[in-house]
């Protein structure tokens, strides 16, 4: 089965510093996505990126790239230049590459970006 | 943005009442996914389905039923209500396997008394 691991308490950070949001898991699997979605305070789910677990390089989304250690099976978030916008949930998931494959989400963690 | 609409966006209703939330999407996506969210768990998934008339059991599954008769609409049913269930309901739709980014509703919230 496959497991997601967000244990961060809220995190914090100052604006246009850079942040890491933790991210572990679990999966027997060889061929898997790793996603991150983001929460703001007004409820919906945004997509912010997307690592394939055959993907040789680290993605990159603008100021989001995700620090992705097979080996270690984690998928950090890096932030970078936060903004006060950035304040929300973040949430890691992950995907297996069977037929009829369903996304499973860690817990979440909380960022709030300080002026 | 994905054409995704849940209804209804928000229900007040007694225990033991049956309830059905809807999704419905316009993109012609061949998965459907139904999460409800409650703090400190995340987003957890119920059921969802790979196609019209198959569906699968999530980890959250019991006291819910699911139904998908047609491509474009989901149904997640309560039978019977209880205050466990108060929560958001999130719908999300996928058009394929890896990669597959998720594209969710605006989630309905539900309150059980």
């Known amino acids: 089965a496959q497991k997601i691991t967000q244990t961060q308490p809220g995190m914090f950070v100052q604006e246009k510093e850079a942040v890491t949001l933790d991210c572990t898991y679990d999966?027997?699997?060889?061929?898997?996505?790793l996603f991150w979605y983001k929460q703001p305070s007004s409820g919906e789910m945004i997509f912010l990126i997307y690592q394939g677990s055959y993907d040789e390089q680290n993605a990159t989304e603008g100021r989001y790239s995700l620090n992705f250690q097979k080996a270690r099976k984690s998928a950090n978030l890096v932030i970078s230049a936060s903004q006060l916008g950035d304040s929300a949930m973040y949430f890691c998931a992950m995907r297996d590459s069977g037929a009829n494959s369903k996304l499973t989400f860690g817990k979440g963690i909380t960022l709030s970006v300080r002026p | 943005d994905a054409g995704i609409t849940q209804s209804p966006r928000h229900k007040v209703t007694e225990t033991g009442t049956p309830v059905t939330l809807r999704c419905h999407q316009t993109?012609?996506?061949?998965?459907m996914y139904w999460y409800r969210q409650d703090p400190g768990h995340g987003l957890r998934l119920i059921h969802y389905s790979y196609g019209v008339k198959d569906t699968d059991k999530g980890e959250v599954s019991d006291g819910y039923s699911v139904s998908r008769s047609k491509t474009e609409d989901f149904l997640l049913t309560l039978e019977s209500a209880t205050s466990s269930q108060t929560s958001v309901y999130f719908c999300?739709?996928?058009?394929?396997?890896?990669?597959?980014?998720?594209?969710f509703g605006e989630g309905s919230r539900l309150t059980v008394l």
């Open positions: 993109e012609n996506h061949r998965y």
């Open positions: 999966t027997s699997d060889q061929s898997y996505g």
């Open positions: 999300a739709i996928s058009d394929q396997g890896l990669p597959g980014e998720l594209f």
